[in-house]
């Protein structure tokens, strides 16, 4: 099993910026690829971003293309989202997941979740 923990949400005004960090312990070896996702209230969670860390392939959903990147440090265990140009409809708390599975497709199956960090953008 992992353990996921997020940090760096906040917020910050339309059109800012903001980097996300997940920290991932126990059985990190084993991980394949890392996401993550986000929800709005009232809303269902939704695929933001995702990289395979053997070769470090990224796949990212429509609506944050070109604004946010997923990077990753594996000497580190932690993934990043930095997020530019972010918009109101941004918010959301982000979650990042983690599985060892390399059947799927970018937005999973995931093993692994974390608490969540919450991302506020004011207009």
């Known amino acids: 099993q992992v353990q996921l923990v997020e940090s760096g949400g906040g917020l910050v005004q339309a059109g800012g910026s903001l980097r996300l960090s997940c920290a991932a312990s126990?059985?990190?070896?084993?991980?394949?690829?890392m996401g993550w996702f986000r929800q709005a209230p009232g809303k269902e969670r939704e695929f933001v971003a995702a990289?395979?860390?053997?070769?470090?392939?990224?796949g990212y959903a429509d609506s944050v293309k070109g604004r946010f990147t997923i990077s990753g440090d594996n000497a580190k265990n932690t993934v990043y989202l930095q997020m530019n140009s972010l918009k109101p409809e941004d918010t959301a708390v982000y979650s990042c997941?983690?599985?060892?599975?390399?059947?799927?497709?970018?937005?999973?199956?995931?093993?692994?979740w974390g608490q969540g960090t919450q991302v506020t953008v004011s207009s």
């Open positions: 997941a983690a599985r060892t599975s390399k059947y799927g497709t970018y937005e999973g199956p995931y093993e692994s």
């Open positions: 126990g059985r990190t070896f084993s991980t394949y690829s």
């Open positions: 990289i395979i860390w053997s070769g470090g392939s990224t």
